[in-house]
């Protein structure tokens, strides 16, 4: 899978899906995110549609010192937070674990000051996916 995409970072992890949704939030701690949401989008669709999916988690996370940059520069950024970060089991059983790219999703709000900020957040969630590679 091609690692850097306009959209996301992402990597793939030879550890089972459970290590690995540790191994993520471990790396995000590093850069000096935490995790203020985790879905578990399998457990999630099998509730409430009764349907089988494949292992799928989202973490909703946030580092508050460039939150409070972004929410101060402009509060319509809030649609765009916290900055997703997915791990999911593909096809073929590999784990891959994927940080959406703040530079992208913001360009949305075409904003200069917001743009620095994204590009900062830009560095650390591609040091995170970095981090994790096997």
Avoid: H, W
């Avoid at 993520?24 to 509730?47: M, N, R």
């Amino acid at each position: 899978m091609e690692k850097i995409k306009k959209l996301a970072f992402r990597t793939s992890v030879q550890a089972p899906f459970d290590k690995a949704v540790d191994i993520a939030k471990d790396a995000l701690k590093a850069e000096g995110f935490g995790v203020l949401t985790e879905i578990d989008v399998t457990a999630t669709l099998k509730k409430k549609l009764d349907k089988d999916f494949r292992k799928y988690v989202i973490l909703g996370a946030c580092n508050p010192p460039f939150a409070l940059q972004a929410l101060q520069a402009d509060l319509e950024v809030g649609l765009l937070l916290p900055c997703n970060l997915i791990v999911y089991q593909d096809d073929q059983g590999v784990v891959q674990i994927a940080a959406l790219n703040p530079v992208s999703a913001l360009q949305v709000l075409e904003s200069g000051e917001l743009n620095e900020v994204a590009q900062e957040v830009s560095a650390k969630l591609r040091r995170v996916i970095d981090s994790i590679e096997t």
